[in-house]
């Protein structure tokens, strides 16, 4: 495959930055990264994607695309609205959707918000976004509200290289190789005087200021008409059980993948789930099922 090209995408308050793998004659497929990661978390499996189109996204505050304008916050649905906006920049009336950790929980509202739109789907250690009950949401908004004027306050971290982010990276990750945490630090950094500026906006970290409750989260995810496959790595993120064991049951289309690794094992590892993907990814169908 050859070397992913650079995408700029307009939305309506910024702009975008993407990845794209792949023939363009290929089956279209928006990627969603993680939290603190960015396009680059797609470069160890995409190559593995034959007759994949992949346009992986730099999400908003994230890798190289704008952050939000003061004011703005990083509500997740916003984030949904922003991968719908970038699709549409693309040209893509219907298209798939390959998610990880977060943006696994972003693709899965939104294939439940316009299923039409959405015609098969990977999520990769995730599903659904964090939720609260609702009797929690005056608490998360205060808390909220303190975080945003906290890391408003922030100066721009600097790290003396990029290995030293890279290594700051990985500590924070659990499990997750030398090189594939300099893979995320190349696009999430830049050189500066003094060493590399960490590129994630700081306002990423503060709390959400609304969290939906698990019943409307259960809502979007039984509107999934979508083919699905949910990967999950053993040594991944610690999913509450009985809460996960609810939002799979709602997926209509679902097939399951259980792997050896860490919660970034599609980068550590992508031979590991890569026949998978891809089958789900260019076929459109479920294993056994016909279209």
């Given at each position: 495959?050859?070397?992913?090209?650079?995408?700029?995408?307009?939305?309506?308050?910024?702009?975008?930055?993407?990845?794209?793998?792949?023939?363009?004659?290929?089956?279209?497929?928006?990627?969603?990264?993680?939290?603190?990661?960015?396009?680059?978390?797609?470069?160890?499996?995409?190559?593995?994607?034959?007759?994949?189109?992949?346009?992986?996204?730099?999400?908003?505050?994230?890798?190289?695309?704008?952050?939000?304008?003061?004011?703005?916050?990083?509500?997740?649905?916003?984030?949904?609205?922003?991968?719908?906006?970038?699709?549409?920049?693309?040209?893509?009336?219907?298209?798939?959707?390959?998610?990880?950790?977060?943006?696994?929980?972003?693709?899965?509202?939104?294939?439940?918000?316009?299923?039409?739109?959405?015609?098969?789907?990977?999520?990769?250690?995730?599903?659904?976004?964090?939720?609260?009950?609702?009797?929690?949401?005056?608490?998360?908004?205060?808390?909220?509200?303190l975080a945003?004027?906290?890391?408003?306050?922030?100066?721009?971290?600097v790290f003396?290289?990029?290995?030293?982010?890279?290594?700051?990276?990985?500590?924070?990750?659990?499990?997750?190789?030398?090189?594939?945490?300099?893979?995320?630090?190349?696009?999430?950094?830049?050189?500066?005087?003094?060493?590399?500026?960490?590129?994630?906006?700081?306002?990423?970290?503060?709390?959400?200021?609304?969290?939906?409750?698990?019943?409307?989260?259960?809502?979007?995810?039984?509107?999934?008409?979508?083919?699905?496959?949910?990967?999950?790595?053993?040594?991944?993120?610690?999913?509450?059980?009985?809460?996960?064991?609810?939002?799979?049951?709602?997926?209509?289309?679902?097939?399951?993948?259980?792997?050896?690794?860490?919660?970034?094992v599609h980068?550590?590892?992508?031979?590991?789930?890569?026949?998978?993907?891809?089958?789900?990814?260019?076929?459109?169908?479920?294993?056994?099922?016909?279209?």
């Amino acid at each position: 495959m050859a070397a992913p090209q650079e995408r700029t995408l307009a939305l309506p308050w910024g702009t975008l930055s993407a990845l794209s793998f792949g023939d363009p004659a290929g089956v279209p497929v928006l990627g969603l990264h993680g939290w603190q990661d960015n396009a680059a978390t797609f470069e160890g499996l995409a190559p593995h994607l034959e007759g994949v189109h992949l346009v992986a996204l730099d999400l908003p505050g994230h890798g190289r695309s704008s952050w939000r304008p003061s004011g703005m916050d990083y509500g997740f649905l916003s984030w949904v609205v922003d991968a719908f906006h970038a699709a549409d920049a693309l040209g893509w009336e219907t298209f798939g959707l390959l998610g990880h950790s977060m943006g696994a929980g972003i693709a899965s509202l939104m294939a439940g918000t316009l299923p039409e739109r959405v015609d098969r789907m990977v999520l990769l250690e995730g599903l659904g976004p964090l939720s609260n009950r609702a009797e929690d949401a005056p608490g998360q908004l205060a808390e909220a509200m303190l975080a945003e004027a906290r890391h408003g306050s922030v100066g721009e971290r600097v790290f003396e290289s990029l290995e030293d982010a890279a290594e700051r990276r990985q500590a924070a990750a659990g499990i997750l190789s030398d090189a594939s945490a300099r893979t995320l630090m190349t696009r999430g950094t830049v050189p500066v005087e003094g060493g590399v500026r960490w590129c994630p906006d700081p306002r990423i970290r503060a709390a959400s200021r609304i969290r939906l409750t698990e019943a409307q989260t259960l809502a979007f995810l039984r509107q999934i008409t979508a083919p699905t496959l949910l990967v999950r790595a053993l040594q991944g993120w610690p999913f509450e059980r009985e809460r996960m064991a609810d939002r799979i049951e709602c997926i209509q289309h679902r097939s399951r993948l259980e792997v050896e690794g860490g919660h970034h094992v599609h980068l550590d590892a992508p031979e590991r789930v890569a026949a998978a993907v891809r089958a789900l990814l260019v076929s459109g169908s479920l294993p056994g099922a016909s279209g």
